[in-house]
């Protein structure tokens, strides 16, 4: 996908916060980006980026890019262990530390993604989303946002999206900023990377039905 100077719909004050900040970043983060590419392959093998198609603005398709947090590993049938046995220690770390995440800078620059935003979920949920939560997709998928600040995985799935859509009602330049520092906080607290007793988030299965069952591969 071609890069996007200014996506549209999208202020330019928040893509210059975007460009500014996200250049600054892969410079100082440039040393920590080799190092983890360099322990991911050793322990994860190749490819070191997970790559996985995600809806962006307007339900806009996507290939999201995150350093892998887990290793190949199949059941006798052929079919993947489920997350807990494949997720490695590696994984775990760079997951609570948010580490898996900073390939998506490149995404930012690109103009796919945004410092802050709602965070870009699988393309399978788009039917099983209300009206009133797809509205998440009126502006541009975030690496933070609204609903990580205020607990992340450990929210319910309808309780991330209201907080999605209360931000895509109440953006300002000065909101971002304050998610931004809220970020770095919850980051450093390593607090609501997953759902408790999962090592995963479990999938959204729609509005009609609770969030239980097997966990999936999203590497969210």
């Known amino acids: 996908m071609p890069v996007k100077l200014l996506p549209?719909?999208?202020p330019i004050v928040k893509r210059l916060l975007?460009?500014?900040l996200t250049l600054l970043l892969l410079i100082f983060l440039s040393p920590v980006l080799l190092i983890i590419s360099i322990f991911v392959a050793c322990q994860h093998g190749f490819?070191?980026?997970?790559?996985?198609?995600r809806?962006?603005?307007?339900?806009e398709i996507f290939t999201i890019y995150k350093f892998r947090t887990m290793r190949n590993a199949f059941d006798q049938q052929g079919k993947p262990l489920p997350d807990e046995k494949r997720l490695t220690k590696l994984g775990r770390f760079l997951r609570s530390t948010s580490l898996d995440e900073l390939p998506e800078l490149f995404n930012v620059l690109k103009g796919e993604m945004s410092l802050v935003g709602p965070r870009p979920l699988l393309i399978s949920y788009l039917p099983l989303y209300s009206v009133e939560q797809s509205r998440r997709h009126h502006v541009l998928p975030g690496?933070?946002?609204w609903a990580q600040v205020h607990g992340r995985n450990t929210l319910s799935w309808q309780e991330k999206f209201q907080l999605d859509v209360w931000y895509v009602d109440h953006w300002s330049f000065w909101l971002d900023i304050q998610i931004l520092g809220m970020t770095i906080i919850k980051v450093l607290q390593r607090e609501g990377i997953s759902q408790p007793g999962k090592a995963t988030a479990e999938p959204f299965k729609g509005n009609g039905e609770l969030d239980q069952g097997t966990s999936i591969a999203a590497e969210d």
């Open 8 to 10: 549209k719909t999208t």
């Open 18 to 20: 975007d460009i500014v």
């Open 47 to 53: 490819p070191i980026l997970f790559r996985q198609q």
């Open 55 to 59: 809806p962006g603005l307007f339900g």
């Open 143 to 145: 690496i933070t946002g």
